[in-house]
């Protein structure tokens, strides 16, 4: 399913189009078994179907060695790695560690940023999936109970 | 009105790139209302698209571990001044929202 | 007497006294300490010196009096006492105490 | 009422000449202001004085570096462009708030705090705003609701890269007895732990309270409103204010009281020549 949705997207049909096909193509596209699952391994089974990934250092991870604020951890990730086509942000140790799964579209680049929630200190694991495999890196990220701060 | 999507675009020769930012409040349904105590259901953008002169450039797939008011950046090759730049979300309830710009 | 307060927990401190007075025909040891604390908190509040839980406890020591514990609002009671003369001690040694933190 | 325009009160020369011993005596806010960017920049002698608008982010290079990701798109920029279109959008009888500002729209922020020699008392930004409408037959805004956020977020951007330049004029004793009144407050410890609002951002700044620095005195109304990361929301300087008054375990005064704006008026003093920065991200 997934790789039929790709196929027709790379044909570069109109968005318009993708939103007529059928509702059931669509409901594909979020992966909701492994957005629940309670286990890092549960998520990327079911997402990638593998848990095993090659540690790749041509993916740059930047993310706070202290969270300020777990509520809002910055992200940036960027890779050298090419075609690529999914990358997913996992984060171990919270209750759903599925935090985000972008699809990269030709001609848009492998260099995501956002703002993502941690409820405790956790390794992020980054998995970029591209045509011949999946690849990672992680890092420890620190959350902190804060002191005052009003 | 003021909308709750804000794109920021910037063009340097043939890449952009495009930050955005929407208010949602992405409710995680483990937290409580402070006033009565009761969960506040879980409440979150499941899918963001951006489409770049409506070809699909980037999906996010999200779960309730992206912040409130999610910010998404990234960069796209083959841009130029006068395309359209679109964002649009769903959530687990059925809203939606959207945004329309054109690159400058 | 406690079921006759049952349903005035909503009403004000000096509306229960009232009342409380008017029922039993004198104020009862819990209400004169119950006065008495609730006299020093608002002395502490004039000197800007009030602390965050003193109200409250008042507040809570009324509802238990007004389930009939006793025992339970008289702690309440003595609680919210002592921290209100310690609010009054703590602005009165400020008098003088602050300038002496001035940087200079 | 014409707030920003106040001839200043005839003074006999007896009076003054007292208030000027008077001032020595207690040190004015001129010396009070120098005294604490000395004893500021001789705790942080790596950080330029313009940084200290900053807050902790001044201090903390990590935390630094998150807050800049913040600011590559804040949330805040919400409240600024709903602040911005209640600006524009005259009152039912046409009148416009700028009407009532004798400013442009880049200095109005910086006109407040100011003292009132009429009402005796410290104006702020979101009095004035009242006032205004009050004055056009308009209730009066809360003071936390979204619409005043939202007009001060707007008047915090416009006036961005202006110096904070509050007065306390020498020859009006009602306005050194406010700054001496919002001085005394900052020195004084209150609550069940028994703090000073100084003891924290003058003594220990810097320093680590559990997982939270302490940031210094100097800077801390130049930012304001705030968009708070543990709120999900913006909040106004009064309410951080009573945030840092019930984490000393004190009863909250409320916002826009004779205590706090006492407080913002001497705060906004310590922070004259650092540049107006808000509105702001924090934690």
């Not at chain 1, 998520?43 to 250092?57: E, I, M, V």
Request: proline share 5%; hydrophobic share 40%; glycine share 6%.
């Amino acid at each position: 399913m997934q790789i039929g949705r790709r196929f027709v997207l790379k044909a570069g049909v109109a968005l318009a189009t993708i939103a007529a096909l059928p509702r059931t193509l669509l409901a594909a596209a979020w992966p909701a078994d492994a957005f629940s699952a309670k286990t890092a391994t549960e998520a990327l089974n079911s997402l990638l179907g593998s848990d095993q990934t090659t540690p790749s250092d041509q993916i740059k991870l930047d993310v706070p060695v202290i969270a300020e604020n777990g509520a809002v951890v910055p992200i940036t990730i960027s890779t050298t790695l090419s075609n690529v086509e999914t990358i997913s942000i996992v984060v171990e140790n919270n209750p759903r560690p599925l935090a985000a799964m972008f699809e990269i579209m030709p001609g848009t680049l492998p260099e995501i940023s956002s703002r993502i929630k941690m409820g405790e200190t956790s390794d992020v694991m980054v998995v970029v999936k591209t045509d011949s495999g999946s690849y990672s890196t992680s890092k420890q990220v620190k959350v902190t109970i804060g002191g005052c701060g009003g | 009105m003021a909308s709750n999507i804000k794109i920021k675009a910037k063009i340097s020769g043939d890449l952009v790139e495009i930050k955005s930012l929407m208010i949602h409040p992405m409710e995680t349904g483990a937290r409580k209302d402070p006033e009565t105590g009761a969960l506040v259901p879980q409440h979150h953008i499941t899918q963001l698209t951006f489409t770049h002169n409506e070809q699909v450039a980037l999906i996010a797939n999200l779960s309730t571990a992206i912040s409130k008011n999610p910010y998404f950046s990234y960069k796209a090759r083959g841009a130029k001044a006068g395309d359209v730049l679109k964002v649009s979300w769903v959530d687990n309830l059925g809203g939606t929202d959207e945004l329309e710009t054109v690159l400058k | 007497m406690g079921r006759a307060l049952a349903n005035r927990r909503s009403l004000r401190r000096l509306m229960l006294i009232t009342v409380l007075i008017a029922l039993t025909g004198c104020a009862t040891e819990f209400e004169r300490r119950f006065d008495e604390a609730e006299r020093l908190r608002s002395e502490a509040a004039a000197a800007d010196s009030e602390w965050l839980e003193t109200g409250d406890l008042l507040a809570q020591a009324q509802q238990a009096a007004s389930r009939d514990d006793l025992d339970a609002a008289m702690v309440l009671v003595e609680r919210a006492r002592f921290q209100a003369e310690m609010a009054i001690k703590q602005a009165a040694r400020e008098a003088d105490a602050w300038a002496g933190r001035v940087v200079k | 009422m014409n707030l920003r325009i106040r001839k200043a009160a005839a003074v006999p020369g007896a009076i003054v000449a007292a208030l000027l011993v008077q001032q020595i005596a207690l040190a004015g806010p001129e010396e009070d202001r120098l005294a604490f960017v000395a004893y500021f920049q001789s705790r942080f002698p790596d950080i330029p004085f313009e940084q200290f608008a900053n807050g902790i982010y001044a201090i903390d290079s990590d935390a630094r570096s998150q807050w800049l990701e913040i600011e590559e798109f804040p949330p805040y920029e919400f409240a600024v462009e709903r602040g911005k279109e209640l600006w524009h959008k005259a009152l039912p009888n046409g009148t416009m708030l700028a009407d009532c500002f004798a400013a442009q729209l880049p200095d109005i922020r910086g006109q407040f705090p100011s003292f009132d020699v009429a009402s005796g008392e410290v104006i702020t930004l979101e009095l004035a705003i009242n006032d205004c409408r009050i004055e056009n037959n308009q209730p009066p805004l809360e003071y936390d609701s979204s619409e005043m956020i939202d007009l001060t977020a707007y008047l915090a951007f416009e006036a961005r890269g202006t110096k904070v330049d509050v007065r306390v004029p020498d020859d009006q004793p009602g306005a050194l007895a406010a700054y001496e009144s919002g001085k005394r407050f900052y020195y004084s410890k209150r609550g069940q732990l028994n703090f000073a609002c100084a003891d924290c951002h003058v003594t220990s700044a810097g320093q680590w309270v559990r997982a939270d620095r302490l940031s210094a005195t100097i800077g801390h109304t130049t930012h304001f409103p705030v968009y708070r990361s543990k709120l999900g929301g913006m909040i106004s300087l009064q309410k951080r204010f009573a945030g840092c008054i019930r984490d000393v375990r004190a009863k909250p005064f409320e916002l826009q009281s004779t205590q706090y704006r006492n407080l913002e008026y001497f705060l906004s003093y310590m922070s004259n020549g650092l540049e107006w920065n808000g509105p702001g991200a924090r934690k």
